[in-house]
């Protein structure tokens, strides 16, 4: 929690210090640069890779490819819709997000079993290691606030832009990048760190220019507009011409806010932290509700849910043969802005704004976060991996061959669907004639071209996955219990779904809940009404009563009024 007080403040110093050089740094870029960021952005998350570039370069040209759903802006003609009414406005980041990375989670804690958190800690201990964490990586913490304020400043980006570039560089700083995604602090320290600086430098250009820099600053301009505040110049004089001493005042604001956010989080901490010993059997019902329901609510759209189940299952597929998530989510956030910029890059400078000074630098670094840490891992991944492996007595040799002949049939077909989709894409896009076409050609040919080249080293054999991973949940478990345990959460996702879609929001969660507990779970009946009746009296009362969200209802009743 220190961390994220300590990111605060350095997001609100960074902005108070960059009030008298602001103008010149943010005019100092333009389309063209802006596109490179972008792109630069997801190299840096595309180096979490490590030894598998192509396939994180795919992942991300893929979210960018989803970016492209939708009625193109400017020319107004529809890409992959598929005459669907709700693509219109294209995926949302929101159900794609949680499929991507719930759903595979969820269907991990049910194969797992058990609770959450496996040790329990002694009152105030994980939240005191927390602290000490943050004074142990305190260079990390500030390198990664640093980062989080500059990408705040860059309007369009906004907090999730920072967070990966965060984490990207956290790992790449990192000696030991094999601990990432097994409970790696740094993991959480870096994108905290930026995620919390970025409010300070997303306010540079919303006070200085009019321009927010997220959508939080958006609305907080209209709140300005309403105010009769006026960004400008005028917020960058000393009164009693301007009205400096009132930028200033947002500065501290954002400081004794953040500490008092703290003090209030260290008082609750504990009892959250309790929810994590709760056993799986009973939180998967109300985990799986607030999925859907996270989905649902971006648009009030049944159709969202669809994707929710969609992109739960391209993630389940993506964890187990070992292709980037991360990527995929960073294309899809800086794809809308990354088209606009390269549209208006070829609009106004025609193929000049490659030689531009900044485009070119940009670029050089793109490479080097590419390649740099590829180069340097390849030097110590295999005697890291050999000696992990020399302390379950196997050999390199004998694991690869035996991840070779589970996984080999399934990266290829995975791969070959890309392919295969990636192609049709294109074929189509002939259509929608030069504004609208422009982005997907330029992303599309290069990424189809990497997918083909990443199919002919599967169908070749130079492909193989070397993660070892001591912490994988389901190595001490019997294949056979893997597989049914996996079939049946599965089932259970897409029953709830189906649920829904017959009986409607309310009358499912009451349903499902209590089917989940006493037949999945095998719970006692006291415990399963119990929780039966908290989780529909949360969700009716909560969502349904106080909140009026539309819910649609249920099939089932709309055949039987017919």
Request: proline share 5%; with cysteine; charged share 15%.
């Amino acid at each position: 929690m220190d961390m994220h007080g300590a990111a605060d403040v350095k997001g609100a110093l960074c902005l108070a210090v960059s009030i008298p050089i602001v103008r010149p740094l943010v005019l100092t870029f333009g389309s063209p640069e802006f596109f490179m960021i972008g792109l630069l952005g997801v190299t840096f998350v595309v180096s979490l890779s490590g030894g598998n570039l192509l396939k994180g370069l795919i992942s991300g040209a893929i979210g960018f490819c989803l970016a492209m759903i939708g009625i193109d802006p400017i020319s107004g003609i529809q890409r992959y819709t598929f005459g669907q009414l709700f693509l219109w406005d294209g995926i949302g980041l929101v159900p794609v997000t949680v499929g991507l990375f719930a759903i595979p989670e969820v269907i991990d804690l049910a194969v797992q079993g058990g609770s959450i958190a496996k040790e329990k800690t002694e009152k105030l201990g994980g939240v005191m290691e927390g602290v000490k964490d943050t004074f142990r990586h305190w260079w990390l913490v500030i390198r990664c606030s640093a980062l989080g304020a500059y990408v705040g400043v860059i309007p369009g980006m906004g907090g999730a832009v920072g967070q990966w570039i965060a984490y990207a560089h956290a790992v790449q700083s990192s000696p030991n990048k094999e601990r990432f995604g097994k409970g790696a602090v740094e993991g959480v320290l870096g994108p905290g760190a930026a995620n919390n600086s970025v409010l300070g430098g997303a306010f540079i250009p919303t006070v200085a220019f009019g321009v927010p820099g997220s959508v939080i600053m958006a609305i907080l301009l209209g709140a300005f507009v309403i105010q009769g505040i006026v960004p400008g110049p005028d917020m960058l004089l000393p009164p009693p011409k301007g009205k400096l001493d009132l930028t200033f005042s947002f500065v501290w604001i954002i400081v004794v806010s953040n500490l008092i956010t703290v003090g209030i989080c260290f008082l609750f901490l504990n009892h959250l932290a309790k929810i994590t010993q709760v056993r799986a059997g009973l939180l998967i019902p109300f985990i799986i509700l607030l999925v859907y329901l996270g989905g649902f609510a971006k648009k009030n759209a049944f159709e969202d849910m669809l994707v929710v189940l969609a992109f739960g299952a391209l993630g389940w597929v993506m964890v187990k043969l070992d292709w980037q998530r991360p990527p995929l989510i960073l294309g899809l956030v800086l794809g809308p802005l990354m088209e606009n910029r390269l549209f208006l890059s070829t609009d106004n400078y025609g193929v000049a704004w490659l030689w531009r000074p900044g485009v070119i630098i940009l670029f050089i670094l793109t490479l080097t976060g590419i390649f740099y840490p590829v180069i340097k891992e390849r030097w110590r991944s295999r005697e890291k991996l050999q000696a992990q492996l020399e302390a379950v007595g196997v050999t390199i040799e004998e694991r690869v061959e035996e991840e070779k002949g589970a996984l080999r049939l399934w990266d290829i077909c995975f791969t070959g669907l890309l392919v295969v989709t990636l192609a049709g894409a294109l074929w189509q896009s002939r259509e929608f004639g030069y504004r609208a076409g422009l982005f997907p050609w330029v992303i599309g040919f290069p990424v189809l071209t990497l997918a083909v080249a990443q199919l002919g080293l599967e169908l070749a054999g130079k492909t193989k996955k070397t993660i070892f991973s001591e912490g994988d949940v389901s190595a001490d478990l019997p294949e056979e219990v893997i597989r049914s345990r996996t079939a049946s959460i599965i089932g259970w996702i897409v029953g709830f779904l189906i649920a829904v879609w017959l009986l409607g929001f309310s009358l499912a969660v009451a349903a499902t809940t209590l089917l989940y507990l006493k037949i999945a779970a095998r719970e006692k009946w006291p415990i399963t009404i119990a929780i039966t009746l908290l989780s529909w009296g949360f969700f009716y009362g909560l969502f349904d009563y106080a909140l009026h969200i539309p819910f649609p209802e249920g099939q089932l009743f709309a055949w039987l009024a017919l």
